[in-house]
């Protein structure tokens, strides 16, 4: 029997739900296992949960194509199986080609022919394992290579000093009249290689050292109201003039020296790669990431909070645990939560809704979401046609879904098709949150935790046992009046659930 015939090449199957790829976390056997039809050979993560796969064939593995950590595309092989192991040896497969051993070597003349791209320079378009526009030899991208000499620009400071030139002239300082600074009566005009002969005829005050003080006419009104003396003054303005500042220090017995400016440092900041940690964004993140962008940017959401007394709620679950037929269930708050929401559900349908553009499709069935945090990300597995079950069926359905997607086994059927959802914020003890909405769903219900607190209980204070839930809902489909009958509804049964059951159902 030839080797084509016995080895079977196994791809990557559809997984469903429109998934294209799949990255493999765990190979389950290895090179010369022999296998069992439909035995688990590989798990592989999708973008909603991580699946073990079985084999198609029974026989020894041959080969295996890709190793863990990998990203495979749906169709791809990734496994080769000898179905018939016990038959001898495997016969060379016939090829077309020659082995790698028989391959010609290539003659001095052809490897004389090829043209080697320079060490620098520019290059030119061409293409990978063949020639170039030219003549020249293909490279991987970009650009090949250019028998001429790239021009550069140079670079500032770079090359040969340009002969140095005469120093311009200094400009001309500005004269007392440019700055509009008057001594005495009259601007003062004086040229370059002249000092100003005015004297100022309003006080025959000079500067310090026989100078002339100069002074705008406002300034030395100023310095006349507050008898500061101009000619004990040393000026800041231009050309030396006083200024009104100059008055005002010296009028409050400031230092007429302008302080030096502070001295401003700046710290660089610390760019450290060894103490940074970079997590690829695939899989369940990935996906998780894509639906919230999605749906935060598409759907208007709106919160709602509501504080509720859940002690007489607690007291049930005590008097439920004690029961002989669930001793063996697991009891907690979110399974009244969502008893609360699916009976909540059937008195407002249009909660449980999708828009679909041109049309509100109102479901009659509830397939009840519980976010999930796992290793891999958050998850929303749901329970399908929960308002179905009875208490007892969904407390069992809720603990198996819970155990599943801790364990990292939630197939991606349950993962899908979620009309409701419930996220169970308290176990982390957080009071609420502002939930964003799984894509194609109207409502999320945040379950806070549940503490004891100081209520007022029958016109008294007292410690009762209270949580808030946030409600966020579509906009498009739920206004503020049915968002706030439905929450008070879930408030109403965590309030009393046993008397809310005998008068809902």
């Known amino acids: 029997m030839s080797a084509m015939s016995r080895i079977k090449e196994f791809?990557?199957?559809?997984?469903?739900?429109?998934?294209?790829?799949?990255?493999?976390?765990?190979?389950?056997?290895?090179?010369?296992?022999?296998?069992?039809?439909?035995?688990?050979?590989?798990?592989?993560?999708?973008?909603?949960?991580?699946?073990?796969?079985?084999?198609?064939?029974?026989?020894?593995?041959?080969?295996?194509?890709?190793?863990?950590?990998?990203?495979?595309?749906?169709?791809?092989p990734i496994i080769s199986i000898d179905t018939q192991p016990d038959a001898g040896p495997?016969?060379?497969?016939?090829?077309?080609?020659?082995?790698?051993?028989?391959?010609?070597?290539?003659?001095?003349?052809?490897?004389?022919?090829?043209?080697?791209?320079p060490a620098e320079g520019a290059v030119e378009p061409g293409l990978i394992g063949g020639p170039a526009p030219g003549g020249r030899t293909a490279v991987l991208v970009g650009y090949g290579p250019r028998t001429t000499a790239a021009k550069r620009r140079p670079r500032k400071g770079a090359g040969p000093?340009?002969?140095?030139?005469?120093?311009?002239?200094?400009?001309?300082?500005?004269?007392?009249?440019?700055?509009?600074?008057?001594?005495?009566?009259?601007?003062?005009?004086?040229?370059?290689?002249?000092?100003?002969?005015?004297?100022?005829?309003?006080?025959?005050?000079?500067?310090?050292?026989?100078?002339?003080?100069?002074?705008?006419p406002p300034v030395r009104k100023l310095a006349r109201d507050l008898g500061v003396d101009l000619s004990m003054l040393t000026g800041s303005g231009p050309l030396g003039s006083i200024t009104r500042e100059d008055v005002q220090r010296a009028a409050a017995g400031a230092t007429a020296e302008a302080a030096p400016a502070p001295v401003r440092t700046t710290v660089a900041p610390v760019f450290d790669a060894s103490r940074e940690q970079r997590i690829p964004v695939k899989g369940v993140r990935k996906l998780t990431a894509e639906n919230m962008s999605a749906s935060a940017f598409t759907a208007p959401h709106v919160t709602e909070f509501l504080t509720v007394d859940v002690t007489r709620a607690m007291k049930a679950l005590d008097r439920l645990r004690v029961r002989p037929e669930w001793r063996d269930v697991r009891v907690s708050p979110l399974l009244l939560v969502a008893k609360a929401v699916l009976l909540a559900v059937r008195r407002h349908p249009m909660v449980n809704s999708t828009w679909a553009g041109d049309e509100i499709v109102v479901k009659d069935y509830v397939n009840l979401g519980?976010?999930?945090?796992?290793?891999?990300?958050?998850?929303?597995?749901?329970?399908?046609?929960?308002?179905?079950?009875?208490?007892?069926?969904?407390?069992?359905?809720?603990?198996?879904?819970?155990?599943?997607?801790?364990?990292?086994?939630?197939?991606?059927?349950?993962?899908?098709?979620?009309?409701?959802?419930?996220?169970?914020?308290?176990?982390?003890?957080?009071?609420?949150?502002?939930?964003?909405?799984?894509?194609?769903?109207?409502?999320?219900?945040?379950?806070?935790?549940?503490?004891?607190?100081?209520?007022?209980?029958?016109?008294?204070?007292?410690?009762?046992?209270?949580?808030?839930?946030?409600?966020?809902?579509?906009?498009?489909?739920?206004?503020?009046?049915?968002?706030?009958?439905?929450?008070?509804?879930?408030?109403?049964?965590?309030?009393?659930?046993?008397?809310?059951?005998?008068?809902?159902?």
Do not use: C, Y
């Open 90 to 117: 495997l016969e060379p497969a016939s090829t077309t080609g020659q082995p790698d051993a028989a391959l010609p070597t290539p003659s001095a003349a052809a490897l004389a022919a090829v043209e080697v791209a």
């Open 11 to 76: 791809n990557l199957p559809d997984l469903g739900e429109g998934l294209t790829e799949g990255e493999i976390l765990k190979w389950l056997v290895a090179v010369g296992d022999v296998i069992e039809l439909n035995q688990p050979i590989v798990e592989v993560e999708t973008a909603k949960a991580a699946v073990e796969i079985p084999a198609k064939w029974a026989g020894r593995v041959q080969t295996i194509f890709h190793e863990e950590g990998t990203t495979v595309e749906v169709g791809s």
């Open 161 to 216: 000093v340009a002969p140095a030139q005469s120093a311009p002239a200094q400009p001309t300082p500005p004269s007392a009249a440019d700055h509009g600074v008057v001594m005495g009566d009259k601007p003062v005009h004086s040229s370059p290689n002249q000092a100003p002969q005015v004297h100022d005829r309003r006080n025959g005050a000079g500067a310090p050292g026989g100078g002339l003080v100069l002074a705008k």
């Open 370 to 505: 519980i976010a999930a945090a796992t290793e891999r990300g958050l998850i929303v597995p749901n329970i399908k046609d929960a308002g179905r079950l009875t208490l007892r069926e969904l407390a069992d359905a809720m603990t198996a879904l819970v155990q599943t997607a801790k364990a990292g086994r939630t197939s991606p059927a349950d993962m899908s098709g979620g009309t409701l959802t419930i996220t169970n914020v308290g176990v982390f003890g957080v009071d609420t949150g502002t939930p964003i909405l799984p894509p194609g769903e109207s409502a999320i219900l945040a379950f806070g935790a549940v503490r004891e607190m100081p209520w007022v209980h029958k016109g008294k204070v007292r410690p009762r046992q209270v949580t808030t839930l946030g409600l966020s809902f579509d906009h498009r489909i739920i206004d503020g009046e049915l968002g706030s009958k439905f929450l008070r509804d879930i408030g109403a049964f965590l309030t009393d659930p046993e008397a809310a059951l005998l008068a809902w159902t």
